[in-house]
């Protein structure tokens, strides 16, 4: 379980390690702990936390649009637009990624950001796509009509 001082120990240490972050009251972060769902702090230790925030910390690019401890959830949560989906659960590679916690263990990308269609024939997926059909329309231009050239004659 998720302790009150071990939540307050990691966002304190988080927002004063931070050069540009802004430092939370003691009030901010008890009203956070509170707020967290009781699953959440149910289903992860201290251990856990303090694993994801040293994965905060070896972040080189950590989302700036989620609190403080969201950015921290990320790395223990299935995320959903980069943000934890507490429904979704635990990574389920999460003891894998704690046991090389020396490591910078990414987020990973949904299918669909590494470019798989998915079944929904998108144009961006697609060979022949409307993309792919622009270019090889008749007169060699994407818009397929008289364009005039550089030197002002039109070109086919």
């Not at 070896?58 to 649009?65: L, N, S, V, W, Y």
């Not at 299935?78 to 429904?87: D, H, S, T, W």
């Amino acid at each position: 379980m998720l302790t009150a001082s071990t939540f307050a120990a990691v966002l304190t240490a988080a927002t004063e390690l931070d050069p540009y972050g802004k430092k939370l009251s003691k009030e901010t972060i008890s009203m956070a702990y509170l707020t967290l769902a009781d699953e959440v702090k149910q289903q992860i230790t201290d251990e856990m936390f303090i694993y994801a925030f040293k994965q905060h910390r070896m972040d080189p690019a950590p989302d700036k649009d989620l609190s403080i401890e969201q950015q921290i959830l990320q790395h223990l949560y299935r995320c959903e637009n980069g943000a934890p989906n507490f429904r979704w659960g635990l990574r389920k590679d999460l003891p894998a990624r704690m046991s090389a916690s020396n490591t910078f263990h990414g987020q990973t990308k949904s299918p669909y950001e590494l470019g798989e269609d998915l079944g929904r024939n998108e144009p961006r997926f697609a060979p022949g796509g409307v993309l792919a059909q622009l270019a090889a329309l008749p007169g060699g231009n994407a818009l397929g009509s008289d364009v005039p050239g550089r030197d002002g004659a039109l070109e086919r």
